[in-house]
């Protein structure tokens, strides 16, 4: 259970599995992406898959339980097994903090730090009345600063969260 950061990625070891020079990389799984998909599955209401993200992510762990940046999505070589760290960061602070922070939600039963609030204050700043307004019809004037599709679906996200809590 990952994920690659996007098509084409070339951040990553070699197609033979040699290390990266900057210039040939194939981009490998990423494993804090598993992490943020947990989180998806927990506000999504669906707990089994969110501790089933967690259980992925600790597999990806070394012997030391260091998660790294990335695992091999197949065997490269002889020194590449799928599922398992490639030549990349690790410990990645990034993949470790997601980790816990999965943990965390799982154990509390929802996501936090991502909520409504969080999410209100930074893509509609607009006031009551506008907010209200613009719930569920349209979105907010203020977020125009974003991107055309980084708008529609942080808003509607945003939108949906603020309408379900107030």
């Known amino acids: 259970m990952a994920?690659?950061?996007y098509n084409?990625?070339?951040?990553g070891e070699r197609l033979d599995g040699s290390p990266?020079?900057?210039r040939s990389g194939v981009g490998r799984l990423w494993t804090l992406l598993t992490g943020e998909r947990g989180e998806?599955?927990?506000a999504s209401g669906n707990r089994l898959l969110a501790l089933q993200h967690l259980d992925a992510m600790a597999s990806f762990a070394n012997a030391g339980m260091m998660i790294p940046e990335q695992v091999w999505n197949r065997s490269a070589g002889p020194?590449?097994?799928?599922?398992?760290?490639?030549?990349s960061a690790t410990p990645l602070a990034w993949s470790m903090a997601q980790y816990l922070r999965l943990a965390v939600n799982i154990s509390r039963g929802r996501n936090f730090g991502t909520g409504h609030s969080a999410c209100c204050k930074r893509f509609l700043r607009c006031s009551p009345l506008l907010k209200k307004q613009y719930v569920g019809v349209s979105l907010c004037p203020s977020i125009v600063f974003l991107s055309r599709f980084l708008r529609y679906r942080a808003a509607t996200i945003c939108v949906?969260?603020?309408s379900a809590h107030g």
């Open 3 to 5: 994920w690659y950061r």
């Open 79 to 87: 020194e590449s097994r799928q599922g398992t760290g490639t030549g």
């Open 20 to 22: 990266y020079d900057g």
């Open 160 to 162: 949906s969260l603020c």
């Open 8 to 11: 084409h990625d070339a951040y």
């Open 40 to 42: 998806y599955e927990l």
